[in-house]
């Protein structure tokens, strides 16, 4: 292959790029050598950071970053920064055009740290960390001692910052955890993603789908064995697990084509939303939407999780960040509503109003603005218990269905937990030739 003008391979510094392989395929490969000045980056090692993302857009290969960086070179002064700056610039413009796949193999600060969050998946391993401002500047602004392994390790970016999708032992095991993922993936957002092989028939039944629901609808599962079960070989690359367990989300193939599951876990916070998992979501609705993957929406929720707490930390702005994601997608989108989906929580999980395709549902479905209990309660509080169960009973038995849903045309079909591979297959391919034309204008503004 001819390498692109200004890429530039065992150059001296902290800073290296070339075109590699990873997992069979082609990609610009970019490193931050941490026993170069412990991959400080001076103006030169910022531009061949920025050359390396350029060479990337231009010849339409993923970006992939192996970093660990103490961050700009104080030897360098001002020139460190600006080149930092071109480097981000350049990250940004590759957003959504290449896939920015990163492992980070050791501390990383300050600039380098951001760049993290421009990357579409971060792997970290296990001795790495991650800090915009270091433990130092910490402690001489507020006077609290912190390690860095409490500031910025794994352990607070796999599971309260949603920086790591992964954590792995060393770079070697990063790598290909970063394999796998591009294995789902495109080159770039003009192409279809690989196809894979597989001997698992699409009509397969799953009768197994629909035994995990337990018998009352306060009981828990776990939906990632929902998930297995109707995709190919039961094979699932979950990414950000650590992060808001309430919410599933993970690569996957069905009749081997890649797609995205997004999925309300029961079994955490009974698979209500919270600011983090709509975080979450909206994040990987918007990465499977970038490069071309169809998403399957799994639906057992009852509704956001309610608090104070979460109300002042922008419950409402974040909340939205979920709706924009599902809003804007334009690849193929089908929708499986299980049990529970009440409220605007049900909406905001890819309803046929948000533009999803195809809408199923199974018969254990329950749509409605809220649970038979809250129901009753609120409308017909100045009834005694008594007479407030038997509403409770009418409210259950007319309205916590999907039929009344279906007369409508909010679900397309109910279905046999059993159908359900060959319902979610069939939408698929049904969908393969969708295309949108999608409205003239720079970028949508809504809350980020």
Same mark, same amino acid.
């Given at each position: ?33 941490? $026993? ?5 980056? @001076?103006? *030169? =090692?910022? #531009?061949?950071?920025?050359? %390396? /993302?350029?060479? &990337? ?104 910052? $949603? ?5 792995? @032992?060393? *770079? =070697?095991? #990063?790598?290909?955890?970063? %394999? /796998?993922?591009? &294995? ?265």
């Amino acid at each position: 292959m001819t390498w692109p003008v200004g890429l530039s391979s065992g150059v001296p510094g902290s800073v290296s790029a070339s075109i590699d392989e990873l997992g069979g395929r082609s990609v610009v490969l970019v490193r931050i050598d941490p $026993g170069q000045r412990r991959g400080a980056l @001076d103006a *030169e =090692a910022g #531009a061949n950071l920025a050359a %390396a /993302a350029e060479a &990337a857009l231009d010849v339409r290969l993923p970006l992939v970053g192996v970093m660990a960086s103490s961050g700009a070179d104080v030897n360098d002064g001002i020139p460190a920064l600006h080149g930092w700056g071109r480097a981000a610039r350049a990250f940004a413009r590759c957003s959504g055009v290449v896939p920015i796949l990163v492992a980070v193999t050791g501390p990383t600060l300050s600039g380098p740290a951001l760049l993290l969050s421009m990357a579409d998946v971060v792997v970290m391993t296990a001795t790495a960390s991650a800090y915009v401002v270091g433990p130092a500047a910490v402690s001489s602004f507020t006077g609290e001692d912190v390690t860095p392994e409490a500031l910025g390790g794994v352990g607070v970016h796999a599971h309260q910052t $949603g920086v790591a999708a992964a954590v792995t @032992d060393d *770079e =070697a095991s #990063a790598m290909e955890m970063l %394999a /796998a993922v591009l &294995a789902h993936l495109p080159d770039h957002c003009d192409a279809e993603a690989p196809h894979w092989p597989t001997a698992d028939p699409v009509e397969r039944p799953t009768p197994e789908a629909g035994a995990l629901l337990p018998p009352t609808s306060t009981g828990s599962y776990d939906v990632l064995e929902v998930v297995r079960s109707v995709v190919d070989e039961g094979e699932v690359l979950e990414l950000w697990a650590a992060w808001a367990p309430n919410l599933v989300t993970a690569l996957a193939t069905v009749g081997g084509r890649p797609v995205g599951t997004v999925a309300n876990q029961p079994l955490a916070l009974a698979g209500s939303i919270d600011i983090a998992a709509s975080q979450k979501g909206a994040r990987f609705v918007g990465l499977c939407d970038a490069f071309n993957l169809p998403l399957v929406t799994l639906v057992d929720t009852s509704g956001f999780f309610p608090g104070k707490d979460r109300e002042w930390r922008g419950m409402i702005r974040h909340g939205a960040q979920l709706v924009g994601a599902y809003a804007r997608a334009s690849v193929p989108r089908v929708c499986v509503v299980l049990r529970k989906a009440y409220g605007g929580a049900y909406i905001v999980m890819d309803s046929k109003t948000m533009g999803n395709d195809i809408c199923l549902a199974w018969p254990s479905a329950e749509m409605a603005v809220m649970g038979a209990r809250q129901a009753a309660e609120i409308l017909h509080r100045g009834d005694d218990v008594e007479a407030r169960a038997v509403r409770e009973a009418e409210y259950a038995a007319t309205l916590l269905n999907p039929w009344t849903a279906a007369e409508r045309g909010y679900v397309d079909a109910v279905i046999d937990p059993a159908d359900t591979r060959r319902a979610v297959g069939a939408a698929l391919e049904v969908l393969r030739s969708k295309r949108e034309r999608l409205p003239n204008r720079s970028h949508d503004n809504l809350p980020l």
